[in-house]
């Protein structure tokens, strides 16, 4: 009868015990900084709580997941996926695409909902793509006017499109949780290209990238 316990002594001794990674330089230095506005906010008895011992580092891996965008390159998102298309001269409209944001003034997360419609010129981009090159400029400091713009041109220099329109409306926490403390929801509108100014051109917009059915009465 073989050594039971001898086997299981050789078991357990090529057992491999993994390391968490190292800290990073930039994480210890954002999970100091947490943890001292929470002793300025909060007091050092309340932010010394055993509940909240974690709290500075959580709070700095998410800060960092919601300034995500900073530093990319919009035209590394899209890639590849810019397609010739004989013809394409028609509406485009992709509709309800969510997206999280981050107020520059009071670093207080505003969230909502994204319209695109756009009248291609020969060249389409891949459907998933107008959500990833919303997230890229989302996902930094950013105030909703801007975002709106940047999103709007850069599809327009990426495709050369006829006329491209962007609508946002989004819940900002720094009007909801703050200051008016008024859960009032804010619209954003940015049409651009060569042809916005042409009436027909500008209907088109106006339906594709406002509220309710995608194609009838626009309700902006």
């Given amino acids: 009868m073989p050594n039971m316990s001898a086997t299981f002594s050789s078991v357990v001794k090529t057992q491999v015990v993994v390391e968490p990674p190292p800290q990073r330089a930039e994480d210890i230095s954002a999970e100091a900084g947490f943890k001292q506005v929470l002793n ?3 007091g050092s008895q309340e932010a010394s709580r055993p509940e909240m011992r974690k709290t500075p580092a959580r709070a ?10 900073c530093g990319q390159d919009p035209i590394e998102v899209v890639g590849q996926a810019i397609f010739e298309v004989e013809g394409a001269r028609d509406l485009v409209a992709v509709r309800d695409i969510p997206f999280h944001s981050l107020c520059e003034h009071h670093l207080l997360p505003f969230s909502g909902t994204a319209h695109i419609a756009y009248l291609p010129n ?7 793509k107008f959500a990833r090159l919303l997230t890229v400029f989302a996902r930094r400091p950013q105030i909703q006017e801007r975002l709106t713009q940047q999103v709007a041109e850069s599809i327009e220099q990426l495709l050369g499109c006829r006329a491209v329109a962007v609508s946002l409306e989004a819940h ?5 949780h703050r200051g008016a403390n008024v859960p009032a929801s804010t619209r954003t509108l940015a049409i651009r290209g060569p042809e916005k100014d042409d ?14 059915p995608s194609f009838g009465t626009a309700r902006l």
Avoid: D, N, Y
């Avoid at 020969?122 to 998933?128: E, Y």
């Avoid at 900002?172 to 909801?176: A, L, Q, V």
């Fill in 40 to 42: 300025a906010c909060l």
């Fill in 60 to 69: 700095a891996k998410a800060f960092r997941e919601m300034t995500c965008g």
């Fill in 122 to 128: 020969g060249k389409v981009l891949g459907l998933s």
């Fill in 172 to 176: 900002h926490s720094c009007m909801s």
């Fill in 199 to 212: 009436p027909h051109v500008r209907e088109q917009l106006m339906i594709g990238a406002s509220r309710g």
